[in-house]
């Protein structure tokens, strides 16, 4: 299984990561401004098949998708250096599922999910404000709340104020997480943000494991991904 996060979370975070599984500690530069130059959801796009790869991604990050076997697409559209083209990838795809703000969505991406479900919502920066885990949505975006919602889903709302990105006012809650066979990895503790303790009992309640990373406030790091490789079946 092939890890990927942003090379500047915490040490602590990062070794959890690698006792899982094979780390790769992304980043990038003169793609996108510093605050996002190591998040792997501006990137790639996870879908339950394949991830969608910018054709501007750092090579070494290209290399490690291929070394490790991951089935991989190229994305149409290179990542621009600021919002909305910098937001083409950061969709967030489930079962059946797209969410993002459609106009702007890769072509390969929505090609690949042209027979999900599509929600349409204002946020771009979805995959950033969104996770899924097991039946309960994650979010820090009131209009990803609502149009989720509005299509019968559990929503839990995450107010984003406290969580940490550097260079700007906060972070998002999508960006904080990683799921992988009912865990929630979080980088940062339920100590350290009001909805917290609540967000423990929801997933308790729907039999999640919540793995801490490291004890401190929420950091936004792009998402973390847990990818696995093509089967050596077939």
Known sequence: MLIIADARLPLEALQKLRNLGNLFGFSSKGIVYDSISGHPDVFLCQTPDAVVVAPNAPDALKAALHLNRIPAHEGS?????????????NAWVGENLLVHKLTN??????????????????QAYTRCNLLEANGLFISSDKGIEKALSGRGREVFYVDPHRIVLPGQKNGFIGGCMGYWQHQLFLAGSVTHFPEGPDLKKALDSRSVQLVELYDGPLIDGGGIMFLSAISDEG
Request: charged share 25%.
């Open 105 to 122: 969505t890769d072509s390969a991406i929505m090609e690949i999910c042209k027979d999900f479900d599509h929600l349409n919502v204002a």
């Open 77 to 89: 559209f290179a990542v621009g250096s600021r919002y909305p083209h910098s937001a083409r990838y």
